[in-house]
T-cell receptor, first 114, second 114 residues
Framework: AQSVTQLDSQVPVFEEAPVELRCNYSSSVSVYLFWYVQYPNQGLQLLLKYLSGSTLVESINGFEAEFNKSQTSFHLRKPSVHISDTAEYFCAVSDPGGSEKLVFGKGTKLTVNP | KAGVTQTPRYLIKTRGQQVTLSCSPISGHRSVSWYQQTPGQGLQFLFEYFSETQRNKGNFPGRFSGRQFSNSRSEMNVSTLELGDSALYLC?????????????FGPGTRLTVL
């Protein structure tokens, strides 16, 4: 069965500092990879996804993630964070075989301090 | 396009009661998936419905059930509520026809069982 590990449950950073949120998955087959963000009292919003092709994917708000097949990782990075990036971030995988089921990591709470 | 809507947003029940949650997908979407989010277990897949048929199911007891109507709206029912059922219940919709489709999440229903 697929599983996702987010190594850090909480990441505090100062505003304008770089950040990396780590995600590793376990699967011996191809997967689709996602990062979702959840703001307080809200549902999940898709930040970015990797389906195929270029291993570096970017979001419109400055986040990027790189798919590394050999290390089974999909770490999320941002070179300079803003206070508004404070939220919980979830890494997820799905099976390209057609299932809509997403398997999520436990989440990383990013807190950006002034 | 209107997003995924869930009703009610908040619900308080007592042990032993049953509850029904509703999810209206984005117009044109035929797949609805349900997830349970708790601090301890994180986000867990409950089930997915596509064209009124359950297409995938997670590892939850039979007290958790769902259905989908011809207009793609979905309901989730939990019978004989237990304290551990307290959670945020999220639904997500997608076209369901292509595995690369993005799932769009609603704001969730927060269920508290007393």
């Amino acid at each position: 069965a697929q599983s996702v590990t987010q190594l850090d449950s909480q990441v505090p950073v100062f505003e304008e500092a770089p950040v990396e949120l780590r995600c590793n998955y376990s699967s011996s087959v191809s997967v689709y990879l996602f990062w979702y963000v959840q703001y307080p009292n809200q549902g999940l919003q898709l930040l970015l996804k990797y389906l195929s092709g270029s291993t570096l994917v970017e979001s419109i708000n400055g986040f990027e993630a790189e798919f590394n097949k050999s290390q089974t990782s999909f770490h999320l990075r941002k070179p300079s964070v803003h206070i508004s990036d404070t939220a919980e971030y979830f890494c997820a995988v799905s099976d390209p075989g057609g299932s809509e089921k997403l398997v999520f990591g436990k989440g990383t709470k990013l807190t950006v301090n002034p | 396009k209107a997003g995924v809507t869930q009703t009610p947003r908040y619900l308080i029940k007592t042990r032993g009661q049953q509850v029904t949650l509703s999810c209206s997908p984005i117009s044109g979407h035929r797949s609805v998936s349900w997830y349970q989010q708790t601090p301890g277990q994180g986000l867990q897949f409950l089930f997915e419905y596509f064209s009124e048929t359950q297409r995938n199911k997670g590892n939850f007891p039979g007290r958790f059930s769902g259905r989908q109507f011809s207009n793609s709206r979905s309901e989730m029912n939990v019978s004989t509520l237990e304290l551990g059922d307290s959670a945020l219940y999220l639904c997500a919709s997608s076209s369901g026809q292509v595995s690369t489709d993005t799932q769009y999440f609603g704001p969730g229903t927060r269920l508290t069982v007393l």
